[in-house]
Structure formats: structure tokens, C-alpha cells
């Protein structure tokens, strides 16, 4: 490990636009929760109050970061992730249910969301770990242990009830990708994501056929008109399609199942083209089945009903789409720019439910209107530039991985969340990063971000 006398860089334009979006963040905090029967701003009793506290301390932990020295993050990396995971078993096991999820540990007069520091800790157990030489990840076993260091925060995040915490995980696949995953893996999770949203929209046959039809073109283009080979790849799926008109759903997945098995075990035993499509297209068959399955009978009605008002198959501006539509009348009565601060009709009148917190954007939208929006839209977009800019000019691997990690949640939260305010994701309560009201969120965030504005800031005196 070798040194040099180079003073230390702090990146004084990244702490710069963390301290706007803060400060945005507490006065759409402050226009949001506003009483005049509570003017002071550093009434506790009052959520712009609370975030005060929280904004300071915020700043604590991030000086306190500022005073490590770097090597102790690669260090400790493992051991803070693994004391990350004990407190979220210890949530699991001990924790407060706040609105559904026991994902709350009560410390005193306050509540800490183990899950948004869980975010931080899992980028530097997966850095540590990416930052091994031998860490190759076309590796299948490397590739394990990799998505492991992800999923298990994630899952014992599920099993709180926090569903939305736990999917910003998989946005980690990006660094996963940014660090030589192959682009198959992502061209799977998109067509996942298709899959997910027919399977809702379409009746299962007409998927499978669609899928059967197209992979059977691509089957005749490869090898010709081969009537054989056709009626192998017919003939089952006719059966299955058939089987789906007389049996229940969890029956035909079983049938599925076994089918897609069988077949995969042939393909691998012949590496026959046919049945390697025709393997995929009942894996491709069992996901959708699959989707369809949990929809209707896994997932709770409120979910349901909020994934059904995104697709438009439910339109119920009273009942379950109140929340997103009285969001699109707050940001849309903004106009150009906005009603001014504390004037808002909508915040005023608490038409739009949780507005400090997962709908803080409509409060932006509509006292700041399009000129307020698009600053804060500007900012988010040049924090995760200058993010990205950092995590490529290391000479550290273990902080380019780090960096990747903080700009992949960032980014997830950031576009999560303007989805949901617009209408375009389902309401999963995803909060605006620095912006939104939650004292775990903004501290949460404010290590994620400041342990990488520490570990750039001395990328030249430690070369690892």
C-alpha cells in the first residue's frame, strides 16, 4: 500500500447539492405540515420540527465519517454488514408495526427504520466482496454469492412487511452489470418485467401462444421447415393449453412445473435446438402462470387495487386511486411557477395523504410549480451524475463499486417515487431521497453518500 503527500480532495460540489436537496427538502417539509397554530419552525411536535433534529443529525454522522480514515470502511466492510443484518433480524424479532410493517425499532421517543441504514451497509459488504480479484462474476458460484449479499437483507426486509424497502435492492444489479455480469442477465429481468405487466393485462393463453409463435419463428429461421421439429414443439404446448381450459391455476403450475423439468433435463442431455426453445417457452409460460397465480391470490387487496389503478384496470378517484389522483391535481394546479410557499390549496386542505412523506414531490409541484420541479428534478439528476463521475475516476475498486451502489439507489428511489406522484408505478411507499420527511431515510442516505464523498476524498493518498 503506498503513499503520497497529496493533500486531501474533498468533493465540496457533491456536499453542495446534498445541502440544496436537504434544505428543499425541509421547506417542502415545512409548506407540507404547516399549521398557524403551530408557527415555530422548531416545534417537535410538528414534522418539520422533527426533521430539524434529524437534519442535525444527519450532519453529525456525516462528520463523523469525514474523521475515518478510508481504510477502515474496507476494513470493517463485512463486520458493518453483518451487524446491519442482526438489526434487522432483531427488528424482525422485537420491532414496533408502524401502518402494517414491523420494521420499526423504538429508541426512545424516536423510531429507526433499520432497513434505509441496511442500504449503506449492503454496498460496502457487496464492494468488499466485487473488489476481490478472484471475485469473477462470470463465475456462476461468484455470481451466488454476490446476488446472496444482496437477497438476504432484501428478504428479511420482505419479511418485515416492507415491500417497497426491500425492492430498491434490486437495483444493485446494476453494479452487478457495471462489473462484468453479462448483459443476458438484464435482457432476462426486462423481459420479466414485460412478462409481469402482460400477465396482468392479457389472458394466459394468448401469452403462451404469442411466446410459442414467436420462438418457433425464430426455430424455422434457424433451421428451416422442419415438420418434426414443429410438431415436437406444438404438441406439448397444445396440451398445456388445453390443460389450462379444464384445471385450476395451482394445478396447471404444478403440471408446468414437472413439463418444464422434463424438458429442461432433455435439453441439456441433447443440446437440441427445439428443445431448448421449447424449454424456454415453458419457463417463460411458468412466470406468467406464475404472476397471474400470486396477483389474485398472494397479494393482499389493497395491493391489488393500486397496481390495477397504474395498469388502468381499476379507475376509483374515491376509493383506492384517491391518493394518486388528488397527486396529479396538486402537481398539475402548480402551473409554471407554483402558488408560492404556505399557498397551496391542496396541502392546506390535506387532500393528499402522506404528503410530507412518499407524495413530497406534490407539494414541490404545486408551491413551486414547473420551475420548482425542475430544479429539484436537475439536482437529483446531477447528484447521480457527479456520483457516477466520482465512482469512475477511483483508482480503488472497492470505491468505484461503492460509488456504483449509492447512484443505483439513488437512482431507483428517484424514479420509484416521481412514478408513483405521476401515476406511472404503483404506490409502494418509496421515499424522495433527502427530500421526503423520515429521520432513518435522511440519515440513512446521508452516510450512504457521505462514506463515498470520504472514500474519493483521499483516492489519491491510499492506493489499494
Not at 387495487?305 to 381499476?314: A, E, F, H, K, S
Request: aromatic fraction near 12%; charged fraction near 15%.
Amino acid at each position: 500500500m503506498s503513499s503520497t503527500t497529496k493533500k486531501i480532495d474533498t468533493d465540496w460540489l457533491t456536499i453542495l447539492t446534498y445541502f440544496l436537496l436537504v434544505g428543499l427538502g425541509w421547506l417542502a417539509v415545512y409548506a407540507a405540515d404547516y399549521n398557524h397554530a403551530y408557527p415555530n419552525i422548531y416545534d417537535l411536535d410538528r414534522n418539520y420540527g422533527k426533521q430539524m433534529v434529524w437534519i442535525g443529525i444527519s450532519l453529525l454522522a456525516a462528520l463523523v465519517i469525514q474523521v475515518f480514515d478510508t481504510r477502515f470502511f474496507t476494513a470493517f466492510a463485512y463486520v458493518i454488514y453483518g451487524a446491519i443484518l442482526l438489526l434487522l433480524v432483531a427488528t424482525l424479532i422485537f420491532g414496533a408495526e408502524i401502518s402494517g410493517s414491523k420494521s420499526w425499532i423504538r429508541i426512545g421517543p424516536a423510531n429507526l427504520q433499520a432497513s434505509e441504514l441496511a442500504k449503506f451497509a449492503t454496498c460496502l459488504g457487496l464492494a468488499r466482496y466485487l473488489s476481490n480479484k478472484k471475485a469473477d462474476l462470470e463465475i456462476f458460484s461468484n455470481q451466488m454469492i454476490a446476488g446472496g449479499i444482496i437477497l438476504i437483507p432484501m428478504l428479511l426486509i420482505l419479511l418485515q412487511g416492507d415491500a417497497g424497502s426491500a425492492i430498491v435492492f434490486v437495483s444493485l444489479i446494476l453494479v452487478l452489470y457495471r462489473e462484468g455480469l453479462s448483459g443476458g442477465f438484464l435482457a432476462l429481468g426486462i423481459l420479466a418485467i414485460v412478462l409481469f405487466i402482460s400477465s396482468l393485462l392479457v389472458p394466459f393463453t394468448y401469452i403462451m401462444s404469442t411466446i410459442a409463435v414467436l420462438l418457433l419463428g425464430a426455430l424455422i429461421i434457424r433451421k428451416g421447415l422442419d415438420f418434426k421439429q414443429i410438431a415436437l414443439f406444438i404438441l406439448p404446448l397444445a396440451g398445456l393449453v388445453a390443460a389450462n381450459m379444464y384445471v385450476d391455476s395451482l394445478t396447471l403450475l404444478i403440471i408446468l412445473g414437472i413439463t418444464g423439468v422434463f424438458f429442461l433435463g432433455i435439453a441439456l442431455f441433447t443440446k437440441r435446438l427445439v428443445m431448448v426453445l421449447l424449454t424456454l417457452t415453458l419457463f417463460c409460460s411458468i412466470y406468467s402462470k406464475g404472476v397471474d397465480y400470486a396477483f389474485n391470490n398472494i397479494l393482499k387487496e389493497h395491493h391489488r387495487n393500486r397496481i390495477g389503478v397504474v395498469l388502468g384496470t381499476i379507475e376509483d378517484k374515491r376509493g383506492v386511486g384517491y391518493n394518486l389522483n388528488q397527486s396529479k391535481i396538486a402537481i398539475g394546479s402548480g402551473g409554471v411557477y407554483g402558488k408560492g410557499l404556505l399557498q397551496g390549496t391542496q396541502n392546506k386542505g390535506d387532500f393528499v395523504p402522506e404528503q410530507s412523506t412518499d407524495f413530497i414531490f406534490c407539494t414541490i409541484g404545486e408551491e413551486f410549480g414547473f420551475v420548482g420541479s425542475c430544479v429539484v428534478i436537475g439536482l437529483f439528476l446531477f447528484l447521480m451524475l457527479r456520483v457516477i463521475a466520482l465512482a469512475e475516476r477511483q483508482k480503488s475498486s472497492f470505491t468505484r463499486i461503492y460509488g456504483y451502489g449509492v447512484a443505483s439507489i439513488i437512482f431507483f428511489h428517484f424514479a420509484i417515487n416521481m412514478g408513483m406522484t405521476i401515476g406511472l408505478v404503483p404506490v409502494i411507499g418509496i421515499p424522495l431521497p433527502f427530500l421526503s420527511y423520515g429521520g432513518s431515510s435522511l440519515l440513512g442516505f446521508t452516510i450512504l453518500l457521505f462514506i463515498l464523498i470520504k472514500l474519493d476524498s483521499e483516492r489519491l493518498l491510499y492506493l489499494r
